[in-house]
């Protein structure tokens, strides 16, 4: 019985499965009361549904989830601002036959750009809060290539036969709006994180739109735009579309928090930044070949930006790969071969100023345990939080590194034998004080042994390493969750 009312709850239909099934069914609708001229209000109503159910979705998830609420109210906002335009403009059109340009109507179709790139940034800063540099450049690599053909075919054009400089301004701000959601659009798109189902619902949005709003300005500029064309079809569905999104299970993991520092270099990505880069030059080459005139300042200026930008995004890989060879990838910290050649570096440098120097050789007690009960994955999150607490235990300038798999090591620059070892127990005392979460509601108790050596009593780097170990060994054999100090290379280690 339970397992049959599990299988109906599984098929029971969704919000976001009623706002996709009710797109092509509201757009149909609406072509039909068009084709056949009833109903005018009607025929309204089927237009600004969409904009209403995207809005009323966004309200609805804001409702349910507290950490979703200020995206969802600005979401919400640009919705409301795009219908309550809608429907000024349709009452113009039937009060007055023909709607002036610009209308009241204008405030609150360019005002809901603002609102969504609000949103869409929140989203953004929710995902990566630090500064993902690399989304960043990419993002502007993009947008400067699109402003570019913006520029040279909608927005000089659109001025150049706009009568008055209040009607060109209103006239500009709507590509410029399109340009502002491309650049937050391709950041978000871009950027670290996960690729939630809902995340590409509102990729699938942001797409439809400005390819709606692109071809508005061509057929505006030619003259050749009537209302209920084809456009409000694509318009509408982009609507339906996000507010399937916001609604959608995935929502949340929207602004789920990503762990990659930056996100991979693929070839798809590259071949997307490779086509933005070559806008301005192709622009120009086939503005040459068709005997048109472009704005060659303006080509020659957004040639030198995109060259200086994947300037910066290469210089951005170099560095990203160079980080990669000495960054262990699940916890963040410095990799073995970091770590020798720093010690290799500081001995030398102790030696020639007459300074101590000290090492940890640390390793998680019964770690094969902790996977075996829990899992790799409750292993990694222990050892997640092993480094995490080593970070914070250690002072700083001490040099933290992964050195084998449940193994870490600690440099303990100009660090006297007793100050190495009050070191090393805060760091036993810290790791065992709390249990780590492995799961959900799981928790483990973990502690660590530690091996400590130092010089000058170690001769050489080779020595210092080895001596560090034998303590770890020992501190081992002592029962772990121990200290034990190396005092010289031959002799036996002692347990503190």
């Given at each position: ?8 709850a ?33 025929q309204?109503?089927l ?18 989830n ?18 309550v ?89 709507y ?16 950027g ?7 995340l ?9 739109v ?12 030619n003259g ?8 409000d ?50 622009s ?8 048109r005139?472009p ?65 940890l ?136």
């Open positions: 019985m339970t397992n049959a009312v599990s299988a109906v599984a098929r029971r239909i969704a919000g976001w499965h009623v706002c996709l099934a009710a797109a092509p069914l509201a757009i149909a609708a609406y072509y039909l009361l068009v084709h056949f001229g009833l109903w005018p209000g009607t309204v109503a237009y600004v549904s969409a904009n209403a159910t995207f809005a009323a979705c966004a309200l609805v998830t804001a409702r349910r507290r950490e979703l609420r200020p995206i969802m109210l600005l979401m919400a906002g640009s919705a409301l601002a795009g219908m335009a809608d429907i000024t403009f349709y009452f113009l059109a039937l009060v007055n036959e023909e709607v002036a340009y610009p209308s009241v109507a204008d405030i609150g179709y360019l005002l809901a750009y603002p609102l969504m790139a609000a949103g869409l940034l929140l989203i953004i800063r929710r995902r990566t809060p630090g500064w993902d540099g690399a989304s960043a450049i990419d993002a502007a690599i993009i947008a400067v290539g699109a402003g570019y053909l913006v520029y040279e075919y909608i927005i000089g054009p659109t001025v150049s036969v706009t009568p008055g400089t209040f009607t060109k301004l209103v006239s500009a701000a590509p410029v709006g399109d340009l502002m959601l491309i650049m937050v659009g391709a950041r978000l798109v871009l670290a994180g996960p690729r939630s189902f809902a590409r619902l509102v990729a699938g949005y942001l797409g439809t400005l390819f709606a709003d692109t071809f508005y300005s061509v057929q505006s500029l050749t735009y009537h209302v209920a064309n084809f456009l079809a694509i318009w509408m569905a982009g609507c339906f579309m996000f507010a399937a999104a916001v609604i959608h299970p995935s929502a949340a993991e929207m602004i789920t928090q990503s762990n990659a520092v930056t996100p991979d270099a693929t070839t798809s990505r590259l071949a997307v930044l490779a086509l933005a880069a070559v806008t301005a030059p192709a120009l080459l086939i503005q040459y070949v068709t005997d005139r704005h060659v300042i303006a080509a020659a200026a957004v040639c030198i930006v995109l060259f200086l930008l994947v300037l910066a995004r290469m210089a951005g890989l170099v560095r990203a790969q160079r980080l990669a060879a000495i960054t262990d990838g699940l916890t963040g910290l410095r990799s073995r071969r970091y770590f020798e050649e720093a010690l290799g570096n500081e001995a030398a440098r102790a030696g020639r100023n007459g300074l101590p120097l000290g090492v050789l640390l390793d998680i007690d019964h770690f094969k345990r902790v996977n075996d009960t829990y899992g790799h994955a409750g292993g990694d999150r222990v050892l997640v939080e092993v480094t995490h607490r080593l970070r914070e235990l250690v002072r700083p300038g001490d040099v933290v590194a992964r050195y084998g798999g449940e193994e870490f090591a600690v440099l303990l620059p100009a660090t006297s034998p007793t100050e190495a070892l009050d070191i090393a127990e805060r760091v036993r005392r810290g790791v065992a004080a709390a249990p780590i979460a492995v799961g959900d509601g799981q928790l483990a108790r973990v502690s660590v042994s530690v091996g400590v050596a130092g010089m000058p009593s170690s001769a050489t780097v080779g020595e210092l390493v080895l001596a560090a170990d034998r303590a770890l060994y020992a501190a081992k054999h002592a029962g772990r969750n121990q200290v034990a100090v190396a005092e010289r290379i031959t002799g036996s280690p002692l347990a503190a």
